[in-house]
């Protein structure tokens, strides 16, 4: 079974017309080294956004600095352990030299796959601090910068999932997490008067390692094939039967943070082939 990072080029990013997206802003994205984050990165500097992409791999991240150059993009890298506040900290207050942060795009994940009764509790502390505790405090020192800015405006972006609206077995702190995105985006909202927006973003399966990387666990889990973890249960609900790519993705951030997404505020785009509501 082959499930390849499809190459992201030139024509699939979404460029859009907005004021804002200008080389004096500056967009964060965790979880650059590589997936969804690292398509995120590529397109926010394709926008000309200046870009500042967070890794604990360096080796991944430099390369996704050389891939969004190649677009004509200014990305700059931070090796980030966004389980260490210090780390943390030190991203964005790097960041906000290079311009104004106006953008956040919280995205990096990890899985576990196990059942609630076997869950190691290291891996849940672990998936916590990463994909829940790490982006609300990204958020609680970006949202100063937003405000301090010319217009007092700025978007986050959250990465939820489909998993951030139902929940399947042996996930349970992937569904905890993803859930907890979403309302992380609606409680920023909720305090934004409307000029700092959140949103979140909800997907189903994405060709990235981390969906590669939990077909074989699955697949012992369930008793079942690679073949049929990929056609039963990632893609089994999915009207639509092939993988989204992680392009189309950042595509989605970058519309939540333009000026055609002003109405969205709190609310999820939920793009997951109709895994959800045609259920």
Known sequence: MDITEPKITREEVLVLQDPDFNSRN????TGAGGGIGRATAIAA???NITTVGLDVNEKEGDK???MAKEMGGRMFFIRTDLCKDE???????EAAKLGTIKYLANIAGIQHIDAVENFPMEKYDLMQRIMLRAPFYL???TIPHMKKSKTGTGVIGNMSSIHG?????????YNITKFGLRALSQS???EGEGKIRSFSVSTGFVKTGLALNQIPAQAQQRGISPEAVVRDVMMGKSRVKEMMAPIEVGNLFLFGFSRFASYLVGGDLLMDG?????Y
Do not use: F, Q
């Open 26 to 29: 500056v967009c964060i994205v």
């Open 45 to 47: 500097a394709a926008n």
């Open 64 to 66: 996704t600095r050389e």
């Open 87 to 93: 780390d943390i900290e030190h991203a964005v207050s």
């Open 139 to 141: 958020s609680k020192l």
């Open 165 to 173: 609206h139902i929940c399947t077995m042996n996930k349970p702190v």
């Open 188 to 190: 920023i909202s909720a």
């Open 274 to 278: 109709g895994m959800v509501l045609t």
